[in-house]
């Protein structure tokens, strides 16, 4: 059995359960923001880029958030070709500090990351993975642009660490992040 295959589908079928509820709370008149985002993780600034998706009722104090963020970079160090890929899901709430035309808040909640390097030379070429589960908290600000549209920056951090180790080089994977986004507000 391919865990890595089952951890993809799931993510699928979680990202796949989030637009049908996203969908369902349109339909009610509750509020619902898709994000794209793009920025620097840590693993030397390794791109990232991602889907983030808001869900939050009048009456709720905090909305509901989901995010699937990607990212992927190849490095050379001494002779050793270095490529690491993850993956980030992570799913939790958002509470806004501010929320006008200039937005400020808090958020938090699970993360799973999955974390693949491979490390190739002239010789020979080894593949690893590994993939955890933790929490990961952040911050970030939006400015509206007209009534559906905003742009804003987001800082997190994941409190987990996915390790790929091959020989004597460690690559540690989860870490840092900083972006920016647009969203689209329904």
Known sequence: MNMGKNNYRLVKLVL???????????????????????????FESQTESGLIVEMQAPEWSVALVTSTLFSKKSVDV??????????????????????????????GGLAWIEAKAKFETSEESISVSDSVTGFWYGAGADIMIGDLLSVGLIGRISGVTAVATAGDSRLEFG????????????
């Not at 001494?78 to 958020?107: A, C, H, N, P, Q």
């Not at 900083?178 to 329904?186: C, P, W």
């Open 78 to 107: 001494s002779g050793v070709k270095i490529t690491g890929r993850t993956m980030e899901f992570g799913i939790g709430v958002r509470k806004y500090l501010i929320k006008k035309r200039m937005g400020l808040f808090v958020e």
């Open 16 to 42: 796949t359960a989030m637009l049908l509820i996203s969908s369902k709370v349109i339909y009610a008149g509750e509020a619902v923001n898709f994000s794209i985002l793009s920025g620097n993780k840590s």
């Open 175 to 186: 870490g840092r992040h900083f972006s920016i986004f647009a969203a689209y507000h329904f």
